[in-house]
């Protein structure tokens, strides 16, 4: 079974992304803390391809999600320009915390709270962003 | 998300900022917008009330960390740079000593939220109002 959401890429409609998130997440067996844990994780994808990806232009998000074994997998696609979330390297947590890069505090939660992040530019140009998430 | 503010009288004036719902990229800038209108009236102190907090993204967490150097008196950091915002606030001080911004009572979730950004040792985080505002 599959869920699929097609939202307007703005600030506003992060609340309606995570609520069908939680949804359909509840609705394809996850516990509690695997929904929440994906709730955050594509609200802060979701957030990056608005802010940072389309950057005040119009466009869409198309969410979905679709259970893969005992794995849930979200996509989410845009037409934004192609950015690669998966490239940001993570922080050094051992570093001095003056000498930490800048930038990438969304992504680095999203490989918090996700199993797997995987990223391809689509035939049209734009983005998708895939999310796994085992069900525990 | 709604954001009420009540005044407490500990040793010191302290205002209690509460956070109802998701305070996510779509409303973070009012929160900080809430907090420096707060600062302007001369109230040096925030308790930053997350009880009814049901959701903090990681533009939630820059907004705290904002907060914090408002009320310490530095100049409010670039929000585009959010892991480096987030950790700033810890160049200065040791963990836990924020003196002018305390939490709240904050549920588990986002409780979660603030262990994973790395954020959790930077503030005194206290289950009673009356304790919280004693504290300070």
Same mark, same amino acid.
């Given at each position: 079974m599959e869920h699929t959401l097609d939202v307007a890429a703005e600030l506003k409609n992060l609340a309606v992304i995570r609520h069908f998130i939680e949804d359909s997440a509840k609705r394809l067996g996850a516990g509690l803390n695997t929904i929440e844990d994906l709730i955050q994780a594509v609200d802060e994808s979701a957030a990056n391809i608005i802010?940072? @990806?389309y950057k005040g232009r119009s466009g869409k998000i198309v969410v979905e999600i679709r259970k893969e074994g005992s794995a849930l997998v979200v996509c989410l696609r #845009?037409?934004? =320009?192609?950015?690669?979330? %998966?490239?940001?390297?993570?922080? #050094?947590? %051992?570093?001095?915390?003056?000498?930490? =890069?800048? @930038? @990438?505090?969304?992504?680095?939660? %999203?490989?918090?709270? %996700? #199993? @797997?992040?995987?990223? =391809?530019?689509t035939s049209e140009g734009g983005n998708e962003l895939t999310l796994r998430k085992k069900i525990r | 998300m709604n954001i009420s503010v009540s005044q407490a009288q500990g040793r010191v004036p302290v205002a209690v900022l509460s956070v109802q719902g998701d305070l996510d990229a779509s409303n973070y800038q009012d929160l900080i917008a809430k907090a420096k209108d707060i600062h302007r009236t001369g109230t040096g102190h925030i308790l930053l009330d997350l009880t009814h907090t049901s959701f903090v993204s990681s533009s939630g967490l820059v907004a705290i960390h904002s907060i914090a150097m408002l009320l =310490?008196?530095?100049?409010?950091? #670039?929000t585009e740079h959010g892991w480096a915002s987030i950790h700033a606030v810890g160049q200065k001080l040791p963990p836990g000593a924020q003196p002018y911004l305390k939490l709240l009572n904050p549920q588990p979730k986002v409780d979660r939220t603030l262990e994973k950004a790395g954020l959790k040792g930077f503030f005194e985080i206290h289950t009673d109002l009356s304790t919280a505002v004693a504290s300070f």
């Open positions: 802010l940072h @990806g #845009d037409q934004a =320009r192609p950015f690669d979330p %998966t490239r940001v390297p993570p922080p #050094d947590l %051992t570093l001095p915390l003056e000498e930490r =890069r800048l @930038g @990438g505090l969304g992504v680095y939660l %999203t490989r918090q709270l %996700t #199993d @797997g992040m995987s990223h =391809r530019v | =310490r008196g530095e100049e409010l950091p #670039d």
